[in-house]
């Protein structure tokens, strides 16, 4: 099953698409007609915060809806437009740096990080599966991808244990962090080259974690126009997700529906010879084994 914020209709809702269907469910309208009630939530972070009695819920509505499909709450997925699974993270996404060796070293760095480079993006950077990039003409001229695998946290946690922080993710998501190199060698820090509007792609949705058994063994692969630019394998991480979970978590909060990004592997524009930085009208797609496939177009 995988979970989605779409738009039908001029109604934005909570869904779920069950696995190998071609179908969006309205949660909250096939609970409604299901039994009356209305306990599934209208946002995904009221889901988030939600836990495990979603989960229960979301799957008995979903069954039943399969059962008992009606045009007021069964959608065909082509004719609902997806949103970000989380339009507006309550705050900035997490992000790891050089988390890929060859990315490292092709960006010019000498050594493998020894310590986790963590930065943010701000909240305003997401849009969603086939929304437009703006290509911010006045404020850059080195527009690059990032293809990555996303990390959506299900509870609150604080000096989580590695050996535990699987059991704190809530489910998987694709990210790719659009980047303005120029802005980030001026400024001689990440943030203001991560944060521009847009440049924050994320969905097409989440898929919960107990359907992904091995984040750390997911295919990965970023294609520029059709062209294949990043390929590997989330077992090439540097740190792993349970490191990234248990380092960010020793001094810091982590909440449900905070957002992590784990890193990029090689093949970004800024590293080829010459740099191949992003131009209007490309189209990127980021593909994840057992997540999907992230699709944006760069516009005006």
Known sequence: MKLITALFDGETFVGAVPQGDDRAVHLRRAERAMDGTETM???MLE??????AFFTRAQEVVDWALRHPAPEYVYRLSDVRLLAPIPRPAKNIFCIGKNYVDHALELGGAD???HLI?????PTTV???????????????EMDYEGELAVVIGKQGRAIRREDALDYVFGYTIINDVTARDLQERHQQYFL?????TFCPMGP???PSKFVPNPNDLRIETRVNGEV???ANTKQLIFSIESIIETISKGITLEPGDIIATGTPAGVGKGMNPPRFLQTGDVIEVTVEGIGMLRNKVGE
């Open 229 to 231: 630019r990043q390929q």
């Open 127 to 141: 849009i969603g599966h086939e929304e437009t990039i703006l290509c911010h003409a006045d404020v850059t001229d």
């Open 193 to 197: 080259g991560k944060s521009l509007d």
């Open 112 to 114: 493998v990080p020894e």
């Open 205 to 207: 949705w989440i898929v």
């Open 47 to 52: 889901a988030i915060a939600q836990g495990e």
């Open 118 to 122: 963590v930065f943010t993006k701000a």
């Open 41 to 43: 939530p209208t946002t």
